[in-house]
């Protein structure tokens, strides 16, 4: 069994879709982060950045692991499913899953940040968010037009990647034109799993969703001024 430390962010969908995918026994632990129980003292016994999500491998000797991308890896390695296990191959995937984690997420949570949390709009930082995700999606887009999938088969790359393009609206970057991102973005929402894996630990706020976006967003700007 995994525990799993989790709140309903891209990071957080980044590992509860992939348990799902690889059918994993898991108990969800919600972490309240607008309460900050993400910096309580036993939480950062497990994860000391203060972060979710972190995992705790029950079947491991309550092996804790913490930040999304290692967990994600940690799993595929444990079930020898979602990365192959040639050294080309795993570096193919752990190349797209390192430009989401060192791209794509940092660039959007910025967009986010500035565009909907920021009590000040700041035009110049909002532009420099979105245009350069702008960018990043231009490059997925471009490597997708001849790949049925990022790197291979479908992947925690994918998966990876998915949990944050999915959020676009979110962060206000366009997304017209790129019609083998949105290819890929939709055949990988008709997974099953993926989608239930979106609902843990709870519905995700949809921008359309006004009453809804607007409190998350009260919360979450007193969340990054802290």
């Known amino acids: 069994m995994i525990d799993l430390y989790t709140a309903p962010t891209p990071n957080g969908w ?51 692991v913490f930040e999304s991308g290692a967990i994600m890896i940690y799993l595929a390695e444990k079930t020898g499913q979602l990365m192959p296990t040639d050294a080309k191959g795993r570096s193919r995937v752990i190349q797209w899953l390192m430009f989401q984690m060192g791209g794509v997420g940092p660039i ?40 049925e999938w990022l790197a291979g088969n479908f992947s925690i790359a994918d998966i990876a990647n998915w949990c944050w393009v999915r959020t676009y609206k979110w962060s206000g970057i366009d997304i017209e034109r790129l019609d083998h991102l949105t290819r890929w973005r939709k055949a990988i929402e008709a997974r ?35």
């Open 108 to 147: 959007m949570g910025q967009a986010s940040v500035f565009y909907r949390y920021f009590p000040e709009k700041i035009q110049p930082a909002i532009d420099r968010y979105q245009n350069e995700g702008r960018r990043l999606f231009e490059v997925l887009d471009g490597h997708l037009a001849g790949n």
């Open 14 to 64: 980044k590992v509860s879709v992939t348990l799902e995918e690889l059918d994993l026994a898991y108990a969800v632990k919600p972490v309240n982060i607008a309460a900050g129980e993400q910096k309580a003292p036993e939480y950062l016994k497990l994860n000391p950045n203060g972060r979710i999500p972190t995992i705790v491998d029950r079947g491991a000797g309550d092996f804790a």
């Open 192 to 226: 099953p799993a993926c989608r239930r894996g979106l609902e843990v630990p709870a519905p995700s706020v949809k921008a359309d969703d006004k009453d809804a976006a607007a409190d998350f967003v009260k919360k979450a700007g007193d969340i990054v001024q802290r």
